[in-house]
Each structure stands twice: as structure tokens, then as C-alpha cells.
């Protein structure tokens, strides 16, 4: 099994974090606190890796953090 490691970009609200992913840029997800957010970032960054991957798309090399 390959481990990929891409960076995540954890943006501040009010009522919590929504996180992107500089390299997919179709993948967002968020959270009410910094722990969910991250959760729901792993869970989404896999998805978005699965759906790619099903739909036999490039999967794209990390960016420079």
C-alpha cells in the first residue's frame, strides 16, 4: 500500500474551519473545531483519491507544502 501526504489548508471561521487541498481543487470540507476538521480532511482527501482513482483520473503529485 503507498501512503500519499498531501497538504491541506485550514482555513479560520467563526463558527469553526473549512479545509482545502491546493492539489484538488474539487475537495473541501470543514468542521466545528480544529480535531473534526482535520477528520473530516482525511475522510475527504480519501474520497477525492478513490473517486479519482475509479474514474481512472491522474492522481496528482503532492505540492511543496
Not at 489548508?9 to 463558527?15: G, I, Q, T
Not at 466545528?32 to 483519491?49: P, T
Request: aromatic share 14%; glycine share 4%; hydrophobic share 40%.
Amino acid at each position: 500500500m503507498n501512503r500519499l501526504f498531501y497538504p491541506a489548508v485550514f482555513h479560520k471561521e467563526n463558527d469553526g474551519f473549512w479545509v482545502s487541498f491546493p492539489d484538488f481543487p474539487e475537495c473541501f470540507t470543514e468542521g466545528d473545531d480544529m480535531q473534526q476538521a482535520y477528520e473530516m480532511a482525511v475522510d475527504a482527501l480519501g474520497l477525492a483519491l478513490t473517486s479519482r482513482e475509479q474514474e481512472k483520473q491522474d492522481i496528482p503529485a503532492a505540492s511543496e507544502v
